[in-house]
């Protein structure tokens, strides 16, 4: 799972969108609403990315994060995650 806090512009998402969804997967505003792409305003205020599973926990995470002022310590408010199995 992905998700950025920052501003984005359509075309830098919209091919990642693409397979993670054609993989079975959800990618969504900060919001939870799908992107609709080709608008006016190509810039998009964040987006999530997950498998699926993980998005209404993700996007619980990320309107906590907004509100919380004490992450500006993270380079442009931006974090990707990976998910590591034991053997």
Do not use: Y
């Amino acid at each position: 799972m992905t998700f950025s806090l920052v501003p984005k512009n359509e075309w830098d998402i919209c091919a990642g969108t693409l397979l993670v969804t054609e993989a079975g997967g959800q990618v969504t505003d900060l919001q939870g609403q799908p992107f609709r792409f080709n608008q006016p305003d190509p810039l998009r205020a964040g987006l999530i990315a997950t498998n699926g599973l993980l998005h209404p926990q993700v996007l619980r995470l990320t309107r906590h994060l907004r509100r919380d002022q004490g992450w500006a310590h993270l380079h442009e408010k931006e974090m990707d995650v990976t998910q590591k199995r034991s053997p």
